[in-house]
Nanobody, 124 residues
C-alpha cells in the first residue's frame, strides 16, 4: 500500500520560511513524478510545484515562482518543498502527491496517491 506522509507545516510570520517534507513508501519512489498541491478554505486545490522522476524537470505555479523550490532525494524516498518569502495568501493545507508517470505535471488527475496534508499558516 502506498503511503505519503507530509511534515514541516506550521505557523510562520509573513516573510518567513518553511520546508515541507513528504516521505513515500509502498512503491518505487524514483519511478514517479511528485507534486505539491495546496487548498485554502473556499478555494480550489492548486498545484504549486511538480518534479519529474529524475528531479531534472520542475514546474511551478506563477504565484510561487522564485519563492518556492521543489526537490527530491530518491535515496530517501522524500520530496521537499522549500518555501521562502511566505505571504498570507500562501496559507493553506499542503498535500504531496505521487504521479501516475515519471513526468511532472500540474494536472491533479495525473496523481494517484495523496498524503493527508499539513497546515501552513502565514500571519501578516
Amino acid at each position: 500500500q502506498v503511503q505519503l506522509v507530509e511534515s514541516g507545516g506550521g505557523l510562520v510570520q509573513a516573510g518567513g520560511s518553511l520546508r515541507l517534507s513528504c516521505v513515500a513508501s509502498g512503491r518505487t519512489f524514483s519511478n514517479y513524478a511528485m507534486g505539491w498541491f495546496r487548498q485554502a478554505p473556499g478555494k480550489e486545490r492548486e498545484c504549486v510545484a511538480s518534479i519529474s522522476w529524475t528531479g531534472r524537470t520542475t514546474v511551478y505555479a506563477d504565484s510561487v515562482k522564485g519563492r518556492f523550490t521543489i526537490s527530491r532525494d530518491n535515496a530517501k524516498n522524500t520530496v521537499y518543498l522549500r518555501m521562502n518569502s511566505l505571504k498570507s495568501e500562501d496559507t493553506a493545507i499542503y498535500y504531496c502527491a505521487s504521479g501516475t508517470t515519471g513526468w511532472g505535471t500540474t494536472d491533479a488527475g495525473l496523481y494517484d496517491y495523496w498524503g493527508q496534508g499539513t497546515q501552513v499558516t502565514v500571519s501578516s
